[in-house]
């Protein structure tokens, strides 16, 4: 019990951390009169090229910051929780792969906001899970579809306001599935059932065969 507290604590440091300087940025843009929009995206334009990196951390206003601020924490928590070994590479594949895509697909514009990197984190979960075929790890999967099944539309044009970055949500479902793909076969597995079981001696069955014939032919 004492070790999944500290395990459930330790997930939620990145998150937490996370969460403190995007509501920094956030603050000091607002209590200083800045404007840090020019750090997000600007698709195929040099001046965009840094937003890659920096974009999930600045957004429009504290009410798009807010409706990030939860999806956020819990599935990032979720992948420090159930991949903790492989978390970190995972975040940093998912944050620069959205990114990256985002500069190449999306429209003029300044692309902002971490929500590229939720849809990356709920696809990974969700496909991950079901790839392993762990019980725990689906039950993660359907979760996150219970939760956040609604999100898929907003990666269409079609669905989403003028000024949603469908690219960057289409971006970051491109970056999960491919990192659930990539890392199938690392982080935690499906335990087999007959992994504990030793190898059975083919001599020593032909052995116990024979003996058994021989007492058969006796009795009869």
């Known amino acids: 019990m004492k070790y999944e ?3 459930m604590l330790l997930a939620a440091v990145i998150p937490l951390f996370l969460l403190l300087v995007i509501g920094l940025m956030k603050f000091l843009e607002t209590g200083m009169d800045w404007d840090f929009t020019h750090l997000g995206i600007y698709p195929m334009e040099q001046r965009g090229v840094f ?7 600045v957004h429009a206003s504290w009410r798009h910051l807010l409706a990030n ?5 819990f ?3 979720c992948l420090y929780y159930f991949y903790q070994d492989i978390a970190s590479l995972i975040l940093i594949i998912i944050w620069l792969l959205e990114g990256g ?12 906001g971490a929500s590229g990197i939720i849809y990356g984190l709920a696809f990974f979960l969700f496909f991950s899970g079901l790839l392993r075929r762990h ?6 999967a359907l979760l996150v579809t219970f939760l956040y099944g609604g ?10 306001k003028a000024t949603t970055s469908w690219e960057g949500h289409l971006s970051g479902a491109v970056a999960g599935i491919a990192c659930a793909l990539l890392f199938r076969h690392k982080g935690p597995q499906r335990e087999d059932p007959f992994a504990d079981e030793e190898p059975e001696d083919p001599v020593l069955l032909l ?6 014939e021989m007492e058969h032919e006796n009795e009869g």
């Open 5 to 7: 507290l500290q395990k």
């Open 51 to 57: 937003g890659i990196f920096a974009h999930p951390l």
């Open 69 to 73: 601020a939860f999806p956020l924490f």
């Open 75 to 77: 599935l990032t928590w």
């Open 101 to 112: 895509l985002t500069f190449c697909i999306g429209h003029p514009g300044w692309h902002v």
């Open 135 to 140: 019980v725990p790890l689906i039950a993660v």
């Open 151 to 160: 999100l898929v539309w907003n990666m269409f044009p079609h669905f989403v």
């Open 207 to 212: 052995r116990n065969d024979k003996n058994a």
